[in-house]
């Protein structure tokens, strides 16, 4: 992905306009660069939704009670949020200075390491830095998620391309579900609990 698109003219040529899936791009942006966004899309909407579909798994294998559960999960959520708001506006700065392909990749970076460590957190405060790790990387990329998306799209089709987002983060909104069929997967092959419960979060975590 690039930070932005390269307009105008390089050495006094014209700079190419691509095109993809028939979508015009913006001058410079290249099929490769939105296909690999489209991806970055729908990764960010898996994980958007990742955590309130494995995460239960995970709080009951700790031994939680059910009524503890519900509370556990409203502070996590609360935490997520919080970051969220802070961390959302630092990061759109950060993406004016650095680009945002430099902050949308350490994003979902940073997201993937929380998933990854996820499941080896053996308290409720271990899952509370754990989450704070994910909520971090989570508003990066929703962040650029949104902005990337108006730098790679020629002006004439930004309609067209915001359409094609949004059908990629619709398809992305099934990657949870995909996931707990991992846990369930290993479970069936002869995993521990355990085993089963962590392999959906490395899956995420690897996408």
């Known amino acids: 992905m690039q930070g932005s698109a390269v307009a105008g003219e390089s050495a006094g040529q014209p700079v190419p306009t691509n095109r993809f899936l028939g979508l015009k791009l913006a001058p410079g942006v290249k099929a490769r660069n939105m296909l690999t966004y489209l991806w970055a899309a729908m990764v960010t909407s898996g994980y958007a939704g990742g955590m309130a579909f494995l995460q239960p798994s995970l709080l009951s294998l700790m031994k939680i009670e059910a009524g503890q559960q519900a509370i556990v999960t409203t502070q996590l959520q609360l935490t997520q949020e919080a970051v969220f708001i802070v961390a959302t506006g630092l990061f759109g700065s950060l993406a004016e200075r650095a680009g945002r392909r430099v902050v949308y990749v350490g994003g979902l970076l940073v997201a993937a390491l929380g998933y990854a460590l996820y499941p080896s957190g053996d308290s409720?405060?271990?899952?509370?830095?754990f989450r704070f790790v994910y909520s971090l990387g989570g508003a990066a990329i929703l962040a650029m998620m949104v902005t990337v998306i108006a730098d790679y799209a020629h002006e004439e089709?930004?309609?067209?391309?915001?359409?094609?987002?949004?059908?990629v983060v619709t398809l992305g909104a099934f990657i949870p579900l995909i996931l707990t069929?991992?846990?369930?997967?290993?479970?069936?092959?002869?995993?521990?609990?355990?085993?089963?419960?962590?392999?959906s979060f490395h899956a995420a975590s690897v996408l």
């Open 181 to 199: 069929q991992v846990a369930s997967a290993r479970k069936e092959a002869g995993a521990s609990l355990e085993e089963a419960v962590a392999s």
């Open 124 to 129: 409720v405060g271990m899952l509370f830095v």
């Open 157 to 167: 089709h930004r309609g067209k391309a915001n359409g094609i987002q949004g059908l």
